[in-house]
């Protein structure tokens, strides 16, 4: 390529850019006229609205001063009105005020006058009080012993009838209350009462069992004895043969074991000795279960296992026929029961209910009343102190000592009086009530006796012209000393010795 071509070239560029350069601004600067011109538009229209906006301020401004120089003066209105109450409340005050004030004036003035008339009625009054030990040469205290002396023996009787009166009727009311108390604890027990016996009776399949029973020359019989210390008692009753001891727990050791016996039916001492063994591990679980079942029956779950075990004993001892762990989950109940009634603490109500008679698990075996033995025991086994003052009054040989033991010991009454509780022979029930009433109408002085509780208490009644208050204490030991001599019974008898005075007059 030439220089002149590349002359021309240069240049053509050059030209052509020029043109583009002046093209592009000519565009520019018709979109600057034209930004120009919205620009000034929207200026304009802004300065309107903005005119408009101000306009429209400033009318409401004027509305918003014009309204509130209305509440203005409405607000002056009321505290111009407000201050002319309070001004005129202020005047009535300064007036009351004033009044008050001549009123304590007054009232001052009296209280003055009334106290020199005090002093005046005390000199007067101290004169006459001289002249009065004077005149009767005493002092005034000694004026007033004389008088008080007089009015005492004058109104004496009648203080201690009304006095009387009112011990009889609170006692009438705390009776029928504790009445009407037990009779709803009774019924809300519904556990059924079952008496026990001495004897138990097995079942025989045939008659030729009660041979081998014997065995040659009775010696099956004679092992059997021994070896359970119970009696077997043989008769014409068909297919059933006697059990007899006194103990329960020996009893159903010995049942236990003649079943088995009879299941086996090769009777002989090496098997009878065998089976007896066994019949012991049984009957020991046994009382575990029940030692155990009682608590969980009662919910009582911090007893010490040897305490459960002796429990259990008591289900193969009884008391007047009735089964001794029976009666003491009664009583737990019953003590519960009337310690929720009274706001009292039901669980120590309800531990020494169950435990009141614990000390029968061991009292055949250990010498000693069941009392102290279940108090021993209940020490040796670290069972609360309160559990134990609850327990062991419940025979009045130790003083009440909470409140608690209150609650046992009516409970243990509630549970051996039910009907049904405990059995006694009728004949000699009835022979014993009337010779204990036939003991005390032997002596002199006594008018009429009466035997209540099951002949737990008799009841006597003397003439009080020929029995004085310190006679009657005498005459109520002289009665049980010859109980003690002339009756055989279990338990206590309570004698209570009554004397009434009685003024009667007649009106004609």
């Given at each position: 390529m030439s220089t002149l071509e590349i002359i021309y070239l240069v240049s053509a560029l050059i030209a052509g850019s020029a043109l583009g350069f002046w093209f592009r601004k000519y565009q520019s600067q018709k979109k600057l006229e034209n930004?120009?011109?919205?620009?000034?538009?929207?200026?304009?229209?802004?300065?309107?609205?903005?005119?408009?906006?101000?306009?429209?301020?400033?009318?409401?401004?004027?509305?918003?001063?014009?309204?509130?120089e209305?509440?203005?003066?409405?607000?002056?209105?009321?505290?111009?009105?407000?201050?002319?109450?309070?001004?005129?409340?202020?005047?009535?005050?300064?007036?009351?005020?004033?009044?008050?004030?001549?009123?304590?004036?007054?009232?001052?003035?009296?209280?003055?006058?009334?106290?020199?008339?005090?002093?005046?009625?005390?000199?007067?009054?101290?004169?006459?009080?001289?002249?009065?030990?004077?005149?009767?040469?005493?002092?005034?205290?000694?004026?007033?012993?004389?008088?008080?002396?007089e009015l005492k023996k004058r109104y004496e009787t009648d203080l201690f009838e009304s006095l009387r009166k009112l011990e009889k009727l609170r006692k009438e009311e705390i009776e029928k209350k504790s009445a009407q108390l037990m009779l709803d604890i009774i019924q809300r027990y519904s556990r059924s009462s079952v008496s026990e016996f001495t004897t138990s009776t097995v079942n025989i399949p045939n008659e030729e069992i009660k041979g081998k029973i014997i065995g040659k020359e009775g010696r099956n019989i004679k092992a059997f004895e021994n070896l359970t210390g119970v009696e077997i008692i043989i008769d014409e009753t068909p297919d059933a043969v006697t059990l007899s001891c006194f103990d329960p727990v020996r009893r159903a050791v010995a049942k236990l074991a003649l079943e088995k016996l009879i299941t086996d039916?090769?009777?002989?001492?090496?098997?009878?000795?065998?089976?007896?063994?066994?019949?012991?591990?049984?009957?020991?679980?046994?009382?575990?279960?029940?030692?155990?079942?009682?608590?969980?029956?009662?919910?009582?779950?911090?007893?010490?296992?040897e305490i459960v075990q002796l429990l259990g004993r008591l289900n193969y001892r009884t008391s007047y026929g009735q089964n001794v762990l029976t009666h003491s989950i009664e009583v737990a109940y019953f003590a519960e029961m009337l310690a929720n009634e009274l706001n009292l603490d039901s669980e120590i109500a309800k531990k020494a209910?169950?435990?009141?008679?614990?000390?029968?698990?061991?009292?055949?075996?250990?010498?000693?009343?069941?009392?102290?033995?279940?108090?021993?025991?209940?020490?040796?086994y670290k069972i609360d102190e309160r559990v134990i003052l609850a327990m062991r009054s419940h025979h009045e040989n130790y003083p009440i000592a909470i409140p608690e033991a209150y609650l046992v010991n009516a409970a243990d009454a509630l549970s051996a009086s039910r009907p049904g509780a405990r059995r006694e022979s009728l004949e000699s029930y009835l022979k014993r009530l009337t010779d204990l009433e036939k003991i005390a109408k032997e002596f002199k002085g006594v008018e009429k006796s009466y035997a209540i509780s099951a002949g737990?208490?008799?009841?006597?009644?003397?003439?009080?012209?020929?029995?004085?208050?310190?006679?009657?204490?005498?005459?109520?030991?002289?009665?049980?000393l010859k109980i003690e001599e002339e009756l055989k019974y279990a338990g206590e008898i309570k004698v209570v010795v009554i004397r009434e005075n009685r003024a009667i007059e007649y009106a004609k």
């Open positions: 930004l120009d011109e919205i620009i000034e538009e929207k200026l304009k229209k802004s300065e309107t609205e903005a005119t408009k906006i101000l306009t429209e301020a400033a009318d409401k401004a004027r509305k918003i001063l014009t309204e509130t209305e509440e203005i003066k409405t607000e002056r209105a009321d505290l111009n009105k407000t201050r002319e109450r309070l001004l005129n409340r202020e005047v009535l005050l300064d007036e009351k005020s004033k009044r008050l004030e001549e009123k304590e004036e007054k009232l001052n003035s009296e209280i003055e006058k009334l106290k020199q008339a005090k002093e005046e009625i005390e000199k007067y009054r101290l004169a006459q009080f001289q002249k009065l030990e004077e005149i009767s040469k005493l002092t005034a205290e000694q004026a007033k012993d004389i008088l008080f002396e039916s090769r009777i002989q001492p090496a098997k009878i000795e065998e089976k007896v063994a066994e019949a012991h591990k049984e009957i020991n679980q046994a009382i575990k279960e029940a030692g155990e079942q009682a608590v969980y029956e009662l919910g009582i779950i911090d007893l010490p296992a209910g169950l435990l009141h008679d614990i000390g029968k698990a061991i009292d055949h075996e250990v010498e000693g009343d069941h009392l102290n033995l279940g108090i021993k025991i209940l020490q040796k737990r208490e008799l009841r006597v009644f003397v003439m009080p012209q020929e029995i004085s208050d310190l006679e009657m204490m005498d005459l109520a030991r002289s009665i049980a």
